[in-house]
């Protein structure tokens, strides 16, 4: 009696102290998502939407562009390799589950026992055995938990890839744009600066100019004629990239204008709770310290007793017995418990806590970088923005400057250099000015990204 008294006070004993070896994994205490955003960008204010919320299709409303990011996600080799990824996470999960139930294996037996070369004795026995590992300690349980939080990072990075993809293709599409625009504005120039070299030309041989302001004019024309090929190879170079993106080989790709973008209706950011609720990649982080917790206390489990049962059943003929045979069966619980590992055990709980450290860091140094990466972009946004109107002046400021000149150039012979200077600064607004405006649109790609990008939809 005082026997069995002292069996169910160490079993008690021992399940009291696995009790945490079942504790659910919780965001640690002193992980801070406060003020992520920074000080200075105004986005601290709670609000309803926001840009991070909205689908891709809703941000990104030129159809050529839809077209080409349905093509990306279909197509797109690092998509692929993520579903694939999934698929084998969503098996070690199944497999951790059915770790659960016993194991039964059949496995027949025949023999054939002759002595002096006479008649050999035949036996044979069909046994049916299961085993059954009682997780008793959360060993099975914990492992379970790691591995379907592994699979949530693996989902989660898929949707990490889906975002990143999806502002690649736009950054793409709209810095072809952009050289478009930009080689539209060069190619107008070099006629104009072609007719300025025929006038410049034409008043030489009236004697109303020099030689010198000739190869002057001569030297800008062939200067931006030079631009003009530089900007066809940068096309044609990223084309080639965007075409790999899509996984398909070098070709064309069918494209709007870059005045066709449209400023999506709400650039609000929401707050920080709500940016650890849709960013794949700070999710991910978390998913990591949280399989690395359930690996730790997996480690933890490995100290205490592992019990397992195991029976067998069949028919036999065996043990001599005689035709047709009869039914054997056996029952056997054993129960081990570690004593000496050489220190491994201690190793590998060391080597578990010290992971859950790491991922703890990874994960709060995820969220200041996602912070980070929404204020760079709030900030970019709104440089662009002020620094919209102001090229705009420039660039008509400028025009009128070329206008003027030109009348001058045709009235007295000594200011063609103005002429020059003017049309060279008018160029450079222009090409500045076209890349102010991508830079805004980039911005706007940048801050969904950094958003989220709609991950969950």
């Known amino acids: ?54 689908p891709w299709r809703t941000v990104f409303t030129d159809p050529a562009l839809q077209a080409l990011i349905e093509k990306g996600l279909a197509q797109n080799t690092d998509m692929k390799t993520a579903a694939l990824q999934i698929e084998e996470a969503e098996a070690a999960l199944k497999a951790a589950r059915l770790a659960f139930l016993p194991n039964l294996i059949l496995g027949p037996q025949g023999s054939l026992n002759g002595f002096d070369w006479g008649a050999p004795t035949k036996a044979y026995t ?22 379907q939080m592994q699979l949530f990072q693996t989902q989660t990075y898929k949707q990490a890839v889906q975002v990143q993809l999806i502002a690649a293709i736009a950054n793409y599409y709209y810095t072809l744009t952009m050289l478009d625009e ?45 631009q003009v090929v530089d900007l066809k190879h940068q096309i044609r170079e990223i084309e080639n990239g965007f075409s790999t993106l899509l996984a398909e080989t070098p070709h064309s790709i069918r494209r709007g204008t870059l005045s066709g973008w449209q400023v999506p209706a709400s650039l609000q950011t929401g707050v920080p709770v709500s940016l650890l609720a849709r960013r794949p990649d700070v999710k991910a982080a978390e998913y990591a310290l949280a399989s690395a917790f359930y690996a730790t206390n997996e480690a933890r489990a490995a100290f205490y007793p592992g019990l ?8 036999t003929n065996s043990e001599g017995m005689v035709n047709p045979g009869k039914w054997i069966w056996q029952a056997l619980g054993s129960l081990s418990q570690p004593l000496f590992m050489n220190g491994k055990l201690q190793a590998q709980l060391k080597i578990s806590k010290a992971k859950q450290e790491e991922a703890k860091l990874a994960f709060q140094q995820s969220l ?11 900030a970019k ?19 009128r400057a070329v206008k003027s000149t030109q009348a001058l150039m045709l009235n007295s012979p ?44």
Request: net charge negative; glycine share 8%.
């Open 368 to 378: 200041i970088a996602a912070g980070a990466e929404v204020n760079t972009a709030l």
């Open 381 to 399: 946004i709104q440089a662009n923005q002020a620094k919209e109107q102001l090229y705009a002046s420039q660039v008509a400021s400028l025009e």
């Open 1 to 54: 009696m005082k026997t069995t008294h002292l069996s169910i006070m160490i079993v008690a004993a021992a399940l009291l102290c696995s009790c945490n070896l079942y504790k659910n994994y919780e965001r640690p205490a002193d992980i801070s998502t406060d003020n992520l955003y920074g000080s200075q960008t105004g986005a601290g204010e709670e609000t309803a939407t926001g840009l991070g919320d909205q």
């Open 126 to 147: 069909l046994p049916a055995v299961a085993s059954w590992q009682v997780d008793i300690f959360g060993s099975i349980r914990n492992a379970k938990k790691r591995t």
């Open 414 to 457: 000594t200011n063609y250099l103005q002429v020059l200077t003017a049309q060279q600064g008018l160029l450079s607004a222009q090409i500045a000015q076209t890349s102010n405006r991508f830079s805004s649109i980039q911005g706007v790609i940048e801050l969904y990204q950094a958003l989220g990008g709609g991950a969950a939809e």
């Open 182 to 226: 930009q080689l539209n504005i060069s190619e107008q120039t070099a006629a104009n600066w072609k007719r300025n070299v025929e006038i410049t030309k034409a008043l030489m041989a009236a004697g109303q100019s020099n030689d010198a302001a000739v190869s002057q004019s001569e030297a800008n024309y062939y200067a931006v004629c030079t």
């Open 308 to 315: 397992t049962l195991s029976g067998t059943i069949g028919w």
